[in-house]
């Protein structure tokens, strides 16, 4: 059985910091993990480096759950962002090796299809309403069948969403977090306007999103998802801070529009109650933060038995490595949703070469053996790690929010 005979880390930023676990086996084979998580890369860096690697070297390779339950059960310091990145990093690695070494898509060992193509969204936003209806529009004509829209919000210097550059958007910048100001009441009071307009202009056809990020009460989230209800959107996303599970009861007493939320989550424990008790619709753990492919569909399948569906996060702040064997796991499982799909720079296209495309609102990803990308060290060292840092929250008397 081949074994593991080298482990490394690599880091570049084209355009933004990425971390990537390079893992190769005695006969030659290599396989990738994206270990990103953003505002605390070098944290992960650490994590494998001074914890995980050296425990590696030597371990047959094939045995992907035996090392997840190593890497977990093992530490006696469970869990969290910075471990279960680390441990998903790994398991995708061992994914992407086992599936090159038997000559075929990752998907293919994950059971085969159970569709024939992923449905996406991608995000479209505005200074005002008038913008962003202007941009969900472009992003239609690009094909999306599915857009998070996200506009500013009257009488605020600066909206979570929102960007200069449309279709790059990325919060994480200065060294040290940038301080933002928010207002509940007045987000409130305009989300409605903008998903009214947009159902005026382009119908009910197209499928329309919308991220809360975890700003409001539970009752606030109620009081939004029933504005909302008459627009009939695809979901709402993080409507208030999950780490109380049982906060949803109450938005789901006072709304049908269906809720997503787990961008954040890192284990099958934080949304075990949500799922059991069917107060979401849609679960958003990530490849690479709940701790990769192997637990990732633990919690699928837990989802599967209350008909919720999954919906990956899928933005900038992940690499391509985490799309692909998002999209491999997206295309196999069962009960899946959608999948968020943020584009990444030309910088960062030709660092990491892939076979996944994107297609008339849908992605592939390919058949190429294993999760189809892989990694340009060469390019990838021009680019050198720069601290950035994620905003921080204040409401407008200065009271620390939820960014």
């Not at 680390?86 to 000559?103: E, F, M, N, R, S």
């Not at 695809?234 to 208030?240: I, S, V």
């Amino acid at each position: 059985m081949p074994r593991i005979a080298e482990a490394r880390v690599i880091v570049t930023c084209p355009g933004r910091n990425f971390v990537t676990l390079k893992i190769v086996t005695d006969d030659g084979v290599h396989g990738l993990g994206d270990a990103t998580l953003n505002g605390r890369e070098m944290a992960v860096v650490s994590y494998l480096n001074d914890h995980v690697i050296p425990t590696l070297i030597g371990r047959e390779a094939d045995r992907i759950e035996d090392t997840w339950q190593y890497l977990y059960r093992g530490a006696y310091w469970r869990r969290g962002p910075v471990t279960m990145t680390a441990i998903g990093a790994v398991d995708t690695a061992l994914w992407d090796i086992k599936a090159k070494a038997a000559g075929m898509p990752l998907y293919q060992l994950l059971g085969g299809r159970s569709r024939d193509r992923v449905l996406c969204y991608g995000h479209a936003n505005g200074e005002d309403v008038a913008a962003a209806v202007e941009e969900v529009g472009r992003y239609l004509e690009l094909g999306y069948k599915a857009v998070r829209a996200q506009c500013g919000v009257p009488g605020l210097t600066g909206t979570y969403g929102v960007s200069k550059d449309r279709m790059y958007y990325e919060p994480a910048s200065s060294a040290l977090p940038e301080e933002n100001v928010w207002s509940s009441e007045k987000y409130l009071n305009s989300v409605p306007e903008l998903f009214a307009a947009l159902r005026e202009e382009y119908g009910f056809t197209p499928h329309l999103l919308h991220d809360v990020h975890h700003r409001l009460t539970p009752i606030e989230a109620g009081r939004l998802g029933k504005a909302l209800e008459p627009y009939a959107l695809f979901w709402m996303e993080d409507p208030t801070p999950a780490e109380n599970q049982e906060s949803f009861r109450l938005i789901r007493s006072h709304t049908t529009t269906p809720l997503a939320v787990g961008e954040v989550f890192n284990t099958i424990w934080d949304c075990k109650e949500l799922i059991e008790n069917q107060l979401i619709d849609y679960i958003r753990c990530t490849v690479p933060h709940a701790g990769g492919i192997t637990h990732l569909r633990q919690i699928a399948a837990l989802a599967a038995l209350y008909q919720v569906r999954t919906g990956c996060h899928g933005a900038t702040d992940l690499s391509p490595v985490s799309m692909g064997a998002a999209l491999h796991f997206d295309l196999s499982v069962p009960n899946f949703g959608i999948q968020e799909y943020m584009r990444h720079t030309e910088e960062t296209d030709a660092v990491f070469p892939r076979a996944w495309r994107f297609e008339d609102g849908y992605l592939h990803p390919g058949e190429a053996p294993g999760h189809g990308v892989d990694i340009d060290e060469k390019l990838a060292a021009k680019y050198p790690y720069r601290p950035a840092s994620l905003p921080v929250n204040r409401l407008e008397d200065g009271t620390l929010w939820n960014w």
